[in-house]
């Protein structure tokens, strides 16, 4: 249901009534010309009005009955539409019907007479001096309340144009730095309460087989998302809605539903802060608003998928290591569980997080298709083999890179051996120059390799590999992740380890 607005005449002379230097000039005139009865005449397309400005005692004639006070008001509204159609531009003295002294003050604006002020019931001699006086000061009026007149038209114009640009740009700051649509959908409620004003807040969203609306975000109900609330489409005023694909605009309901090819689902705002009602211009910001977001959702769709996608592609990969590792695997959900510890101690958060856990489990990629023997092996590696195995980064760079999705995987993969002195493999570089993930992999690589056990070597205790770690800070290692490192085994855990090694 869309209201059609009233379209209420916009005349600039409406304004001159409530101007406050009106209201204190007219009254000190008022004393001045003893009191008079005025009345001020607009003439627009629509119609024509005649407004008493003064009590009806200020002329007897006219306060002694309604039948005179009909009289009286059709002889000036006749009077006012005569002096209009000769385009008159001086005030006008005469006498009406009643015999009493009055005068008209024409308003003229361009080249046309819109309104007028009629003074009736003159009692003050010198009167001609007078009424110049008042009408230079009405001119005066005139010309001000044009101008707020243009300056408000300005605004009503320009300020629903600006803010509409304003939630564009407030909607594509939030897509940008959301992806998913758990986190998307909140953030445009909360945005569109904020610009709009709304009390409150609502969105809704169609499953896969269309059969329910779905409640993705509720200002008012703390627990959407601990249990899955949903409509039957079709039934209530949401599935009306959602299916019918029409506007709501009421009072104190703005609904409007996300289309694309097919309905989406619909955001709801409810009461208006201090008790407003919503506006057009409310609405108008609102569509803006509903179609950037209808962008939003299907970019956060196309994302989860890309994402599941992703998964599959890692999952398939690691799999894959499982079956080429012999076992030597068994350290990674430790290494995986110290590795996001360190990342979050870091200050990693979101997508970073998520490509560092991602790169742990594809760290070996590279070592899919090396011989079996040379990663076997328990004695020493030759010169050539050990050169084979440097190349590992690079090979599981070539077996990711056509994955697009985990292109942000590929720096840490590919750097995770270098030393913060510059002395690693593949590229040597040094310090800062070296990825965070990876600088943050190469501690925790070396920590679990040291208390591993291995067919070649046997392994260290937790105290004298976290000792080794500590000797390395700066030179191997990268200080500040060495610091974070050593943080997380102390405090997040303080069992895990062993329990590992157990």
Not at 26 to 33: D, N
Not at 81 to 100: D, I, P, Q, Y
Not at 284 to 292: D, S, T
Request: glycine share 6%; with cysteine.
């Amino acid at each position: 249901m869309l209201l059609r607005e009233k379209k209420i005449p916009k005349i600039p002379e409406r304004r001159i009534l409530d101007e406050e230097s009106w209201k204190h000039g007219y009254a000190a005139f008022h004393r001045l010309f003893r009191d008079p009865l005025g009345w001020f005449y607009m003439g627009n397309e629509s119609g024509d009005d005649l407004v008493r400005m003064d009590r009806k005692t200020c002329c007897s004639w006219y306060a002694q009955s309604a039948a005179c006070g009909r009289t009286c008001e059709k002889y000036l509204l006749d009077l006012a539409r005569a002096r209009k159609s000769e385009k008159l531009r001086s005030l006008r003295k005469f006498s009406c019907h009643a015999g009493k002294s009055c005068v008209l003050f024409p308003l003229p604006f361009l080249n046309e007479i819109r309104s007028s002020l009629i003074l009736c019931n003159l009692k003050t001699s010198g009167t001609a001096e007078l009424a110049k006086a008042f009408y230079e000061f009405l001119k005066t009026q005139r010309e001000l309340s044009q101008k707020n007149f243009e300056l408000q038209n300005f605004y009503e114009t320009v300020h629903p144009r600006a803010l509409a640009l304003s939630t564009m740009h407030a909607v594509h700051r939030v897509v940008s730095a959301v992806y998913n649509l758990e986190d998307l959908l909140p953030r445009i409620g909360r945005l569109s309460m904020q610009i709009l004003k709304a009390g409150a807040c609502s969105i809704w969203l169609f499953d896969e087989d269309r059969e329910h609306l779905i409640l993705k975000f509720d200002s008012e109900k703390a627990d959407y998302k601990k249990k899955v609330i949903r409509k039957k489409s079709g039934a209530g005023f949401e599935g009306r809605i959602a299916v019918n694909g029409e506007i709501c605009f009421k009072r104190n309901v703005l609904a409007i539903p996300f289309l694309d090819q097919d309905i989406l689902g619909l955001i709801i705002l409810r009461n208006k802060q201090g008790g407003a009602a919503f506006t057009f211009t409310d609405l108008e910001i609102f569509k803006i608003l509903a179609e950037q977001t209808v962008v939003a959702i299907k970019n956060a769709k196309l994302y989860d998928e890309t994402q599941q996608l992703t998964l599959g592609a890692v999952k398939s990969i690691n799999e894959l290591l499982e079956l080429n590792s012999a076992g030597d695997n068994v350290h990674l959900p430790l290494f995986a569980r110290l590795v996001n510890e360190i990342g979050k101690d870091m200050g990693l958060r979101g997508e970073d997080l998520t490509n560092l856990g991602r790169a742990v489990l594809l760290l070996d990629t590279g070592y899919v298709g090396l011989p079996e023997k040379i990663r076997t092996k328990r004695e020493k590696l030759t010169e050539e083999e050990y050169a084979l195995i440097k190349q590992h980064p690079h090979r599981g760079v070539n077996v990711l890179k056509s994955v697009s999705s985990l292109k942000p995987v590929i720096p840490i993969v590919l750097h995770h051996h270098e030393r913060f002195d510059g002395q690693g493999y593949p590229h040597g570089l040094k310090g800062e120059a070296i990825p965070l993930g990876a600088r943050i992999i190469a501690v925790v690589d070396s920590f679990t390799a040291m208390i591993s056990k291995r067919s070649y070597r046997r392994s260290k205790g937790i105290d004298e590999a976290v000792s080794e770690i500590r000797k390395q800070r700066g030179v191997q290692f990268d200080p500040h992740v060495v610091d974070s490192f050593l943080k997380v085994i102390a405090v997040e855990f303080p069992g895990a380890v062993e329990d590992f090694r157990k």
